[in-house]
C-alpha cells in the first residue's frame, strides 16, 4: 500500500500554464440538491470550482435557480427536467442531497448508462445499493465515494475496517472502478494499487464534508486526471485544507464552508 503525501501529490499535480485559458480546464457536470437538501449541491459546486475546473454547470430543479444564482454566480444551470448532453462534459459528479425517490432513481439510472469519468456519491449511492443488477452497467473507472455505512449498504455487512479495504480492493477490481471508502485515513484503490491518505482530521466528521469531496474530484477530472488520480488529488487536497483550517478554527467549530475557503492555502503548500 502506498502513502498519499506530498511526494505522491506533486508526482501527480499538473501545474496550471500562464497560456491558457478556461477550455483547457474541462466542463464539470454536478448533478445534485433538491428542494429539501440545496446545501449539498451549494456545497459541491463551490468545492468543484475551487479545485480549478475551467466551467461548472450543475443540475437543479428549476425552483432552486435563484438559490443558486445568489450563493455561487460562477456557475451555470441546467434544469432537472431537461435532457442532459453528456457529450459537454469531461468530468461528472452525482449524488450529494439528490434524494432517493423514483426520478432520482430513474436519473442515477440514465447517467450510469450515459456518462463518462462518473463521481457517484451519497444518495446514489444508495440508490445503486438498492439496485445491484446496475453494478455490471457502471461506466470504466467509475469513482465511488462511500463512508463505512454507505459501503456496507453496497457490498454488505462488515465488522472491521480491514474487511472493508479487503472488499474494497476486491470489488474495484471486479467492477474496473475507483473506491474511496472515507474515514479516518481515507482509502483507495483501483483493485490493483492501494493507497492510504495522510491529510485531514476529525473536524471533517460533519455533513457537507463529502458533498465537498465529491465536488473536488469531479473537478479534477474535468481537468484530465485520470479517476485514480483525481480521487488521490482530491482526497488530499480537502484533508490538508482541513487541517489548514485549524489554524483559524477548532475541531469542534470548523465548518465545511471554512475547509472550502482553504483549498486555495492548500494548492499553495503543494506548490511549494
Not at 141 to 155: M, Q
Not at 228 to 247: F, M, P, Q, R, W
Request: glycine share 8%; net charge positive.
Amino acid at each position: 500500500m502506498k502513502t498519499i503525501d506530498k511526494a505522491l501529490i506533486k508526482s501527480i499535480y499538473k501545474k496550471r500554464n500562464e497560456n491558457s485559458h478556461k477550455g483547457n480546464y474541462g466542463h464539470a457536470l454536478l448533478i445534485a440538491g433538491s428542494k429539501n437538501k440545496m446545501g449539498a449541491a451549494l456545497i459541491a459546486s463551490k468545492a468543484c470550482l475551487r479545485s480549478g475546473t475551467g466551467l461548472l454547470t450543475v443540475s437543479i430543479h428549476k425552483e432552486e435557480r435563484n438559490t443558486l444564482n445568489t450563493f455561487l454566480p460562477e456557475a451555470m444551470l441546467s434544469f432537472r427536467d431537461k435532457p442532459i448532453d453528456f457529450s459537454l462534459f469531461l468530468g461528472i459528479g452525482i449524488g450529494p442531497g439528490l434524494e432517493q425517490n423514483k426520478a432520482s432513481q430513474k436519473l442515477v439510472h440514465s447517467v450510469i448508462l450515459k456518462a463518462k469519468s462518473l463521481v457517484i456519491d451519497a444518495d446514489a449511492l444508495n440508490i445503486l445499493a438498492k439496485n445491484q443488477d446496475w453494478f455490471s452497467q457502471l461506466p470504466k473507472n467509475a469513482v465511488l465515494t462511500p463512508h463505512p455505512k454507505e459501503f456496507d449498504r453496497l457490498f454488505g455487512n462488515h465488522v472491521s475496517e480491514e474487511e472493508r479495504r479487503s472488499t474494497a480492493i476486491t470489488k474495484a477490481k471486479n467492477l474496473n472502478c475507483v473506491i474511496v471508502l472515507k474515514g479516518h485515513k481515507t482509502f483507495i484503490t483501483n483493485g490493483l494499487d492501494t493507497f492510504e491518505n495522510t491529510t485531514g482530521n476529525s473536524g471533517l466528521a460533519k455533513g457537507g464534508s463529502g458533498d465537498a469531496l465529491t465536488g473536488m474530484i469531479t473537478a479534477f477530472l474535468a481537468q484530465n486526471y485520470t479517476c485514480l488520480e483525481a480521487s488521490i488529488l482530491g482526497v488530499y487536497l480537502h484533508g490538508l485544507a482541513a487541517d489548514i483550517t485549524l489554524e483559524t478554527q477548532s475541531k469542534e467549530s470548523m465548518l465545511i464552508t471554512d475547509v472550502i475557503d482553504n483549498i486555495g492555502f492548500a494548492f499553495q503548500k503543494i506548490q511549494e
